[in-house]
């Protein structure tokens, strides 16, 4: 499917949404800045998305899909680094300047001319089969928790584990190479709090007197993050009666999930009752964001998720990409929620935290 054409601003951001919301959360310049000359977090950025082109390399060379896939991986990696330089030396260059939107663009698009589709696909798959195969003991241990405010937070400690699953991190790229990454160990091993951004025992303390009738969550990676993370999620809301709605990406990104993977995924957890463990799923809808890149700009989405996101109470935003480095600061006009796990040490070094710190920002908002 290619991208949508009639692109939408999501409903629920605060209006006026060309004054009120800007996607990039890291200012990489201010307008005192010279326009001919690269800035220190624009270079600084430049280097962590260069430091990425090893990794992308190597899995498109593995993509057997694509005839020719070394050569054609050695001409990603030969161009992808030009246009790094041509940025650094002109930041007005190739759609410039630079920002974390532009530089995954740029990367996405270089791929995919050269005939690559979904580089990290062979991983996705491997990934997602272990996830499903540990769904059903992961929630069994959720479900064991009598207390709900326990059970919530022990929810919510899954998604952060979940989410260490991210290959767009070149560190976490090569833990992965190297050892995998295992979804329970990193539950047990997550930074002490309090976290970087650190609202969860507000958001706890208001769980059991709030009643959304719908929650709309951005999902991340593919494997843990999604299956074991966002999914036992998801169904406790199921069960307290809340509608979800999973955006999900349009076109393949690194190990992002997409709207095609995840609508397979789900009725691989449903039972022949169409419920998940118990909880009828009959009001978790599955929705093509319309994004193709592993963060997110939501002043244009799909009109399908307009459609299914425009009476909802309640949003979710997963992962770095998505919910850290772009959207941290967008305001709803109703409750939300970014929630990930910081894996770029110039990320930590913005928000003043740690590496593999977590972000839980809560807000509520009265209607």
Avoid at 10 to 18: M, Q, T
Avoid at 35 to 63: C, G, M, N, Q
Avoid at 94 to 107: F, Y
Wanted: net charge negative.
């Amino acid at each position: 499917m290619e991208p949508f054409s009639a692109m939408v601003p999501f409903p629920l951001l605060v209006e006026p949404v060309e004054l009120t919301y800007r996607p990039c959360t890291i200012p990489y310049r201010f307008p005192s800045d010279d326009p001919r000359k690269a800035t220190a977090t624009e270079l600084e950025w430049i280097e962590v998305f260069r430091r990425s082109i090893p990794s992308f390399r190597k899995r498109a060379e593995e993509d057997d899909s694509v005839a020719d896939a070394s050569e054609r991986a050695k001409k990603f990696e030969q161009r992808y680094t030009e246009i790094l330089d041509d940025l650094i030396a002109d930041p007005e260059s190739h759609g410039g300047p630079p920002d974390g939107i532009l530089l995954c663009r740029l990367r996405e698009q270089i791929l995919r001319e050269l005939g690559f589709r979904d580089i990290f696909r062979k991983v996705k798959d491997e990934e997602n089969a272990k996830a499903i195969a540990l769904f059903e003991g992961v929630v069994r241990l959720n479900d064991a928790i009598e207390d709900d405010k326990r059970r919530v937070e022990s929810l919510i400690r899954g998604i952060f584990a979940g989410n260490v699953f991210d290959l767009g991190s070149a560190q976490l790229a090569e833990m992965y190479a190297k050892d995998g990454i295992s979804f329970l160990a990193s539950c047990k091993n997550l930074l002490p709090r309090p976290w970087i951004v650190d609202d969860l025992d507000t958001f706890i303390s208001k769980w059991s007197t709030k009643s959304w009738k719908k929650a709309v969550i951005f999902v991340d990676n593919s494997g843990a993050d999604v299956i074991l993370g966002i999914l036992p999620f998801a169904r406790e809301l199921l069960r307290r009666g809340t509608q979800v709605v999973l955006a999900a990406n349009d076109l393949p990104s690194i190990n992002d999930i997409t709207y095609h993977e995840l609508a397979e995924i789900i009725p691989k957890l449903k039972d022949e009752n169409g419920r998940i463990m118990g909880v009828d799923a009959s009001g978790l809808l599955v929705a093509n964001s319309g994004n193709d890149l592993p963060v997110i700009d939501l002043s244009v989405v799909s009109p399908e998720l307009e459609y299914l996101a425009n009476d909802a109470d309640f949003v979710i935003i997963e992962g770095m990409g998505r919910g850290i480095e772009t959207n941290l600061h967008a305001q709803f006009k109703c409750d939300s929620l970014k929630i990930g796990m910081v894996k770029h040490p110039e990320v930590a070094k913005f928000l003043g935290g740690r590496l593999y710190d977590c972000v839980f920002k809560y807000t509520e908002v009265s209607i």
